[in-house]
């Protein structure tokens, strides 16, 4: 199942608020990247697990908010603009999800 699916639409309102956006037509624009930020964190953690897997942990939920602001607002950019993989933060998140898992 998707990030996007397993949110609700006020879960959904406050991350349009944390990327700043206030229109509608970007929508599935939005939730296209809330999804590819979960798997790519997901993946990051363990290769086995899913996003439902970390639907109740809240630092998963800041990393895919911080990875999609990255992502949305970076979308378009040139390859001679420096741009880091992660966003700041999300590396740690992804280590300390990943001892969580493993335990």
């Known amino acids: 199942m998707n990030y996007?699916?397993?949110i609700d639409e006020?879960?959904?309102g406050e991350i349009k608020k944390y990327l700043?956006?206030?229109m509608d037509y970007e929508d599935e624009l939005i939730k296209e990247f809330l999804d590819?930020?979960?798997l790519q964190l997901v993946?990051?953690?363990d290769i086995k697990l899913k996003p439902e897997n970390f639907i109740?942990?809240?630092r998963f939920h800041l990393a895919v908010k911080k990875q999609t602001k990255e992502e949305y607002e970076h979308r378009g950019l040139?390859?001679?603009t420096?741009?880091?993989g992660l966003a700041n933060g999300v590396q740690n998140i992804i280590h300390q999800l990943r001892i969580k898992v493993s335990l």
Do not use: G, T, Y
């Open 4 to 6: 996007s699916e397993l």
């Open 10 to 12: 006020e879960q959904f």
């Open 20 to 22: 700043k956006v206030d």
């Open 36 to 38: 590819s930020c979960a």
């Open 43 to 45: 993946d990051a953690i």
């Open 56 to 58: 109740d942990e809240p």
């Open 78 to 80: 040139s390859a001679d």
């Open 82 to 84: 420096m741009r880091h």
